[in-house]
């Protein structure tokens, strides 16, 4: 049970950040509460912070996909 609630806000997080990515606003999080909104609401703030202090979007693009794979490696371990 615990590994399906990880993977939930792991999945919140990354779709928080691609949205960062993409120049959504954050008022369009899909989430209205919870602990999903704030992993949402936290992947899209490192994105903007990330885009703020130079990475342009390929290097955003790689840094979720480095961040996936470490997911994916927990929840079979």
Same mark, same amino acid.
């Given at each position: 049970?615990?590994?399906?609630? %990880?993977? =939930?806000?792991?999945?919140?997080?990354?779709?928080?950040?691609?949205?960062?990515? !993409? +120049?959504?606003? @954050?008022?369009?999080?899909?989430?209205?509460?919870?602990?999903? %909104?704030? =992993?949402?609401?936290?992947?899209?703030?490192?994105?903007?912070?990330?885009?703020? !202090? +130079?990475?342009? @979007?390929?290097?955003?693009?790689?840094?979720?996909?480095?961040?996936?794979?470490?997911?994916?490696?927990?929840?079979?371990?």
């Amino acid at each position: 049970m615990k590994s399906q609630k %990880r993977d =939930q806000t792991e999945r919140a997080f990354a779709r928080g950040y691609q949205a960062g990515i !993409d +120049g959504r606003s @954050r008022s369009l999080c899909p989430h209205e509460t919870g602990i999903a %909104r704030q =992993q949402w609401l936290n992947g899209w703030r490192e994105s903007r912070i990330d885009q703020w !202090d +130079g990475l342009n @979007r390929m290097a955003q693009v790689q840094k979720l996909n480095n961040l996936q794979p470490m997911s994916a490696m927990a929840s079979a371990g």
